[in-house]
């Protein structure tokens, strides 16, 4: 099994940045893709950008290109997301997933593995 957990969320104005950490741990050999999650109450959950674990190939959905940066350490079974011109429309909860997957999906049910999910709450 691979463990995740997340770190860094936490109260943000509009325009001002934060970077989530996620800490992998256990068979970190399986992961394949890393990617980040969020999810809005009373809304599903929506993909925010993934990384290749090997290739280092990134994919961002519109919403947050441009805006936020995934990257990783694979030495330290890291992966971030720095998030940048923070709106209050990226208030959510943010999940790490990781996936041995062989593409770099953006559908949740494909991720085998998820972290517990860290607050972002941005104010206007």
């Known amino acids: 099994q691979v463990q995740l957990a997340e770190s860094g969320g936490g109260l943000a104005q509009a325009g001002d940045s934060l970077s989530l950490s996620c800490a992998a741990s256990?068979?970190?050999?399986?992961?394949?893709?890393m990617a980040w999650f969020r999810q809005a109450p009373g809304k599903g959950r929506e993909f925010v950008a993934n990384?290749?674990?090997?290739?280092?190939?990134?994919y961002y959905p519109d919403s947050v290109k441009g805006r936020f940066t995934i990257s990783k350490d694979n030495a330290k079974n890291m992966a971030y997301l720095r998030m940048n011109r923070l709106k209050p429309g990226d208030t959510a909860v943010y999940y790490c997933?990781?996936?041995?997957?062989?593409?770099?999906?953006?559908?949740?049910?494909?991720?085998?593995?998820w972290g517990q999910g860290t607050q972002v709450t941005v104010s206007s």
């Open positions: 256990g068979r970190t050999g399986r992961i394949n893709i």
């Open positions: 990384v290749g674990w090997t290739s280092g190939d990134v």
């Open positions: 997933a990781a996936s041995g997957g062989s593409y770099l999906s953006t559908i949740a049910s494909e991720y085998e593995y």
